[in-house]
């Protein structure tokens, strides 16, 4: 089976058998992409969850865009975003020629099967939140951090609120930081170099001597 046909048909049965929209949607793409057919690392997953994030549109076609254009380039992203579009299309096609708005609200089965699902989506939910900050790894050392920017969030004070402000410091310390550990760590490495060739030539004059 051709890489384009398994993209499709993996981001077809995510589409079809996933309610919540794409926050939902991250734990079973996590599954299929990662753990089952292991096309992406855990970590590189992560990062292409950020760009999906970073994205306008849809976080579903998103994330399926830059997997498949990371796998199969244009072509692949095409394929991926066909297979999660079009059985939600296709759902809704259906409900819009054989149901009516007061059919699916007066509807006790489905009023039913719809507050059954509620849990299920919030568990969905949680689950990529906890994958992701074990990827990215958190631990009870930087946790106050994600918290803290949570609860600041949630506070809906002015201008605070706003999580574009905490995007953008996250990635400015982000780069700040692997920029200081990279430039110290080259200082390291030459240390180093200095030192095991101060002992070659100690070495030789002792042996000289």
């Known amino acids: 089976m051709s ?7 993996t981001f077809s049965k995510i589409g079809a058998f996933t309610f919540g ?9 996590q599954r299929e992409i990662v753990e089952k057919h292991r096309w992406i690392p855990e970590d590189e997953f992560l990062d292409l969850l950020a ?3 970073s994205m306008p549109g849809i976080l579903a076609v998103n994330i399926s865009v830059v997997i498949g254009d990371r796998l ?4 692949g992203s095409i394929c ?29 089965i489905v009023s039913r099967i719809f507050k059954g699902i509620r849990p299920a ?17 958190i631990n009870w050392k930087t946790v106050a951090i994600p918290v803290a920017v949570a609860l600041l969030i949630y506070s809906k004070i002015p201008y605070i609120s706003n999580p574009i402000i905490y ?3 996250g990635a400015i310390g982000g780069y700040i930081f692997y920029i200081y550990n990279g ?24 042996c000289h001597a």
């Open 3 to 9: 890489l384009y046909l398994q993209l499709f048909l």
């Open 21 to 29: 929209g794409g926050w939902a949607m991250i734990s079973i793409i």
């Open 51 to 53: 760009v999906a994030q």
């Open 72 to 75: 199969k380039g244009v072509k």
């Open 80 to 108: 991926a975003a066909i297979g999660t579009i079009l059985p939600s299309f296709l759902m809704i096609l259906a409900i819009a020629i054989f149901l009516t708005p007061d059919t699916i609200k007066n509807n006790p």
């Open 121 to 137: 989506v919030v568990a969905l939910i949680i689950a990529p939140v906890l994958t992701t900050a074990r990827a990215a790894g």
């Open 167 to 169: 995007i953008v410091l």
């Open 183 to 206: 430039y110290h760590g080259k200082n390291g490495e030459n240390g180093e170099k200095r030192a095991n060739v101060e002992n070659v030539e100690n070495g030789k004059e002792d």
